[in-house]
């Protein structure tokens, strides 16, 4: 333990004696260990905002949708299907939506619009927060009244205010028009970055009770798909597969494949999925730059063992055994990475909480580094790796030294 020591204290001081060259010699082992902290921090920490977006708005939500040989059989989702699916335990809420293009006269202008049918339970698969008035409900729903929902942003450019709860709407669809009283204005939810509702130059959205649409749309009441908001406690795919089991009773096609699932979760996977795969490739190629660095700790080793030719001579004839020198020069290469690794790691924790900073800054959000301590360790790790895996060939070349040989040498 002793002689490691001392081999430890002769490394410290030989560094301390060429701090410009030793600096520059970690300077590879500083950048790459940085790039890599910093890069897969932010994606974690990005990827936790994301995932905390969409768990927001999709926790539980199951999407079911009819297949295309289920349209071929004229098989679609029907609002009977609906209340039955309504009644499963573990289901929240239900919704249809079907989705029309049509148009609108204002007096700022003609405006483009989608025209959403939907049902009783929209309020709640939407994850609407409302400004002004109130969504529709079950009753609307029923009785088919002409009323009709929009979002703020919607209502600026219909109207010029967003105040215009019990203003009308005059839409036109498929050559036939109507009448829509507006009951309700909705907002988007703050810390809505990633998973954005509307975006401009979108045409506006206009939500509707499915049951008013029925002079407007042939087959309004037959839908290609519903959302259903389960129990977020609960196994989604266990409900998915209990509604898909009673869709198929109600329509006599077990086996047909005529109802697809989606759920968020699945979504948000895949989503994670990308991501990572995209935060390992950058990682990747950052940590290019630790091989670079390794290389650089080699050459300067190999310079040093040239300066210390005769101080090895001198070792070796005084007795010092092979071992011992090359544990002197693997010793001095791995502190110069260790050095460089903790530099890294500091440099690499603060670029991560600079750069989360500025981004949430500039897209009015909070995200926050998603510092891994495994990923640190695993950094300080592998600089240490480095260090000994490039410092072996030029410790073995200081060991394998003639002393007469060296002793020869200027």
Not at 92 to 115: A, C, Q
Not at 233 to 261: M, N, P, W
Not at 289 to 294: I, K, P, Y
Not at 325 to 336: C, G, K, P, R, V
């Amino acid at each position: 333990m002793g002689g490691l020591y001392e081999y430890i204290k002769m490394a410290v001081q030989n560094i301390r004696a060429n701090k410009g060259r030793s600096f520059l010699t970690m300077l590879g082992i500083i950048i790459g260990i940085a790039s890599v902290i910093a890069i897969v921090s932010i994606g974690e920490g990005t990827k936790n905002q994301m995932n905390s977006e969409i768990d927001g708005i999709g926790a539980g939500k199951i999407a079911i949708s009819v297949s295309s040989d289920a349209m071929t059989e004229d098989e679609w989702i029907t609002p009977e299907d609906v209340q039955e699916v309504r009644k499963l335990d573990d289901v929240e809420g239900v919704s249809v939506s079907n989705s029309y293009d049509g148009e609108t006269v204002t007096g700022k202008g003609t405006f483009s619009i989608m025209l959403t049918g939907e049902g009783p339970d929209a309020k709640m698969i939407n994850n609407s927060e409302m400004k002004y008035g109130n969504y529709f409900g079950e009753q609307e729903t029923e009785e088919g009244k002409n009323v009709c929902v929009i979002s703020d942003s919607d209502a600026k450019r219909l109207f010029g205010t967003d105040d215009v709860v019990g203003m009308s709407l005059d839409i036109t669809c498929y050559d036939s028009s109507k009448s829509f009283r507006i009951i309700g204005v909705t907002t988007q939810k703050e810390n809505g970055t990633f998973v954005s509702y509307t975006y401009d130059g979108m045409p506006v959205t206009v939500n509707i009770p499915y049951s008013s649409m029925d002079d407007l749309v042939v087959g309004s009441d037959e839908f290609y798909s519903i959302t259903v908001q389960a129990d977020k406690t609960q196994d989604s795919q266990g409900i998915a597969d209990q509604i898909v089991h009673l869709l198929e009773k109600r329509h006599q096609c077990a086996g047909e494949d005529y109802f697809q699932v989606e759920s968020f979760q699945d979504i948000m996977k895949s989503m994670n999925e990308m991501l990572g795969m995209v935060t390992t490739f950058i990682s990747f190629v950052a940590g290019i730059s630790l091989l670079v660095g390794g290389i650089g700790v080699m050459n300067i080793m190999l310079v040093s063992v040239t300066e210390r030719t005769r101080e090895i001579g001198i070792r070796k004839s005084l007795g010092a055994k092979t071992a011992s020198i090359m544990l002197q020069f693997l010793a001095e290469a791995a502190i110069l990475t260790v050095i460089g690794g903790l530099i890294g790691i500091l440099l690499g924790v603060l670029a991560a909480y600079g750069i989360c900073t500025v981004m949430s800054n500039s897209m009015g959000m909070a995200i926050s580094p998603g510092i891994s301590p495994t990923v640190v360790l695993a950094a300080t790790l592998f600089s240490c790796a480095v260090g000994v895996f490039f410092g072996i060939y030029p410790a073995r070349k200081a060991a394998k030294l003639s002393p007469i040989e060296a002793l020869r040498r200027n």
